[in-house]
């Protein structure tokens, strides 16, 4: 992947308290950066902004359009989808007037209107968030309130011209409310990411839902019981480039016993869908306290790895600012960074969505703000190398910032390694029951051997038949502990 020299970190839109503008979404077709956004206007009213920008940040197309209902919701991340064939533009937002309702709308590159409808599936209350296109139509995520009922989450089929081909209730529970963040296509089935919020105070949990191609129908559904505290937006998914399932989830911790100081940690999982398990799981926690920092989405890249972008607000650094963690297709670290398009107190630089470039870099768009100048809020786009840097300072290590973690607590002992034919790994005492996989670089797991009622200490494998190179081992027990372990065949 080659490095690239053109970066910008530049704002626009509103100049006044009584303007707000706000980059959503971004997506990109060849070189073209297309942007989706709002305008909060509280002298003339509501308005879409789409823009049209080269490479470098310089504005080609800049087109507004008022909204006529007193009240729009536009989810960050993935309301505004290119279609498959890159002609066009699927948009999915929430509008409120005397009930709520979804709107679908379609846009060409010249980012025109082609049109637009508003769906009543689950009156009063119908509120679309993402979507995604399928091939033969394109999918929507959401949630509904029906009388009398909780927050639930509701997925929706419609074809190109906007009629409903099904409509799915996914979760809906009394005492509590599903709200779902995102979808991801995987071998056939539909991964939807959310959280799940209990009745009173208890910490919301992130859930997975497996959904059915043909109808909508939910197939499987995972439930992280780890909430630690804060978890914001539940499981973002994605389907990387070597066919690899990952969903990431955050949480934030009490340190040292402080109830102000907040650690992020960062959770991703490989997911099976086929087999409707999770393959392995990595933990990332943060060193620095993050008092309200969370992960936003998790892309795939090029390379096989995926990104991951949040917001924070860590010790000395601005009131709020972004991050970006690179992980490589076995979940190392590659880089980290904060982002923000002033440094500062009192300064706000949110992102809301992020794609890579054709270059290997990546576009990040979001919104700024400088409380101290009461300037509102404006439109933020940032451009990176595929290094994580603003300016060109080469393909630098970064370390130190993330550390990974399992959840068994006694260390395996694993030998010889690098391995050849054979490797041996000394287990805790106590362990009745484990199961071992081999992952290779590529994501594909080329070893999966479960050993019941263990007497000894010690299991064998045979790597006679596996080619050289570098693998992951995940070793899971009966009680849902694990380890990983990278280890090298020669």
């Given at each position: 992947?080659r490095?690239?020299?053109?970066?910008?970190?530049?704002?626009?839109?509103?100049v006044?308290?009584?303007?707000?503008?706000?980059?959503?979404?971004?997506?990109l077709?060849?070189d073209?950066i297309?942007t989706?956004?709002g305008?909060?206007?509280f002298v003339?009213?509501?308005r879409?902004?789409l823009?049209?920008?080269?490479?470098e940040g310089?504005?080609?197309l800049e087109?507004e359009y008022?909204?006529t209902?007193p009240?729009?919701?536009?989810?960050?991340?993935?309301s505004?989808?290119?279609t498959?064939d890159?002609?066009?533009?699927?948009m999915t937002?929430?509008i409120?007037?005397?009930?709520?309702?979804?709107?679908?709308?379609k846009?060409?590159?010249?980012?025109?209107?082609l049109?637009?409808?508003?769906y009543?599936n689950?009156?009063?209350?119908?509120?679309m968030?993402?979507?995604?296109?399928v091939g033969?139509?394109?999918v929507?995520?959401?949630?509904?309130?029906?009388?009398g009922?909780?927050?639930?989450?509701?997925?929706?089929?419609?074809?190109?011209?906007?009629?409903i081909?099904?409509d799915?209730?996914?979760?809906?529970?009394s005492g509590?409310?599903y709200?779902?963040?995102?979808?991801?296509e995987?071998?056939?089935?539909?991964?939807v990411?959310?959280?799940?919020?209990?009745?009173?105070d208890?910490?919301?949990?992130?859930?997975l839902?497996?959904?059915?191609?043909i109808?909508?129908?939910?197939?499987w559904e995972?439930?992280?019981?780890?909430?630690g505290?804060?978890t914001?937006?539940?499981?973002?998914?994605c389907?990387t480039t070597n066919?690899?399932l990952?969903a990431?989830v955050?949480?934030?911790?009490?340190?040292s016993?402080?109830?102000?100081?907040?650690w992020?940690?960062?959770?991703?999982?490989e997911?099976?869908?086929?087999?409707?398990?999770?393959?392995?799981?990595?933990?990332?926690?943060?060193?620095y306290?993050?008092?309200?920092?969370?992960l936003?989405?998790i892309?795939?890249?090029t390379?096989?790895?995926?990104l991951?972008?949040?917001?924070e607000s860590?010790?000395?650094?601005?009131q709020l600012?972004?991050?970006l963690?690179?992980?490589d297709s076995?979940?190392?670290?590659e880089?980290f960074?904060?982002y923000?398009y002033?440094f500062?107190?009192?300064?706000?630089s949110?992102p809301?969505?992020?794609?890579q470039?054709?270059?290997g870099?990546?576009?990040?768009?979001?919104?700024?703000?400088?409380?101290?100048?009461?300037s509102g809020?404006?439109g933020?786009?940032?451009?990176?190398?595929?290094?994580?840097?603003?300016?060109?300072?080469?393909?630098?290590q970064?370390?130190g910032?993330?550390?990974?973690?399992?959840?068994?607590?006694?260390?395996?002992?694993i030998?010889?390694?690098?391995?050849?034919n054979h490797?041996?790994i000394?287990?805790?005492?106590?362990?009745?029951?484990?199961?071992?996989?081999?992952i290779n670089?590529?994501?594909?797991?080329v070893?999966?051997?479960?050993?019941?009622?263990?007497?000894?200490?010690?299991?064998?494998l045979?790597l006679?038949?596996?080619?050289s190179?570098?693998?992951?081992?995940?070793?899971?027990?009966?009680?849902?502990?694990y380890?990983t372990?990278?280890?090298m065949?020669?």
């Amino acid at each position: 992947m080659r490095g690239q020299f053109t970066y910008f970190n530049q704002i626009a839109g509103g100049v006044s308290d009584t303007l707000a503008d706000v980059y959503y979404n971004v997506e990109l077709i060849d070189d073209t950066i297309y942007t989706f956004g709002g305008v909060i206007d509280f002298v003339d009213g509501l308005r879409y902004k789409l823009g049209k920008f080269d490479l470098e940040g310089n504005l080609i197309l800049e087109k507004e359009y008022q909204v006529t209902y007193p009240v729009f919701w536009s989810s960050t991340k993935a309301s505004f989808v290119k279609t498959d064939d890159e002609t066009a533009f699927y948009m999915t937002v929430g509008i409120a007037d005397s009930i709520t309702s979804g709107l679908v709308g379609k846009f060409d590159k010249n980012l025109d209107t082609l049109w637009t409808k508003r769906y009543d599936n689950f009156s009063p209350y119908t509120l679309m968030r993402r979507n995604m296109d399928v091939g033969d139509g394109i999918v929507v995520v959401g949630e509904f309130n029906a009388d009398g009922t909780q927050r639930g989450t509701m997925l929706t089929k419609v074809d190109y011209d906007g009629d409903i081909i099904w409509d799915e209730v996914l979760r809906q529970g009394s005492g509590n409310f599903y709200r779902n963040g995102s979808i991801v296509e995987h071998e056939g089935y539909y991964l939807v990411g959310g959280y799940r919020d209990l009745a009173g105070d208890s910490p919301r949990s992130g859930y997975l839902t497996k959904c059915s191609p043909i109808d909508g129908d939910r197939e499987w559904e995972y439930l992280d019981q780890d909430t630690g505290f804060g978890t914001r937006i539940g499981f973002e998914v994605c389907s990387t480039t070597n066919g690899r399932l990952l969903a990431a989830v955050s949480s934030q911790y009490e340190q040292s016993g402080s109830a102000l100081q907040f650690w992020t940690k960062i959770k991703l999982l490989e997911i099976d869908i086929i087999y409707e398990e999770v393959i392995s799981t990595i933990e990332y926690f943060t060193e620095y306290e993050m008092a309200n920092g969370y992960l936003k989405k998790i892309i795939a890249t090029t390379d096989g790895g995926c990104l991951i972008m949040g917001e924070e607000s860590a010790q000395g650094f601005p009131q709020l600012s972004s991050f970006l963690l690179k992980l490589d297709s076995m979940g190392n670290q590659e880089w980290f960074n904060y982002y923000a398009y002033s440094f500062g107190d009192d300064k706000l630089s949110r992102p809301f969505d992020i794609e890579q470039t054709s270059d290997g870099g990546y576009v990040l768009a979001g919104e700024y703000s400088n409380w101290n100048v009461g300037s509102g809020q404006r439109g933020w786009l940032l451009k990176i190398d595929a290094c994580g840097d603003v300016e060109w300072q080469g393909c630098e290590q970064t370390s130190g910032l993330w550390d990974t973690s399992t959840t068994l607590g006694d260390p395996l002992s694993i030998y010889p390694n690098p391995a050849e034919n054979h490797l041996s790994i000394s287990l805790p005492e106590g362990m009745e029951k484990a199961e071992i996989q081999l992952i290779n670089m590529h994501g594909q797991r080329v070893v999966h051997q479960v050993f019941d009622n263990l007497y000894e200490t010690t299991i064998a494998l045979d790597l006679a038949a596996l080619n050289s190179g570098i693998y992951t081992l995940v070793l899971s027990t009966s009680s849902s502990e694990y380890y990983t372990e990278k280890i090298m065949i020669e």
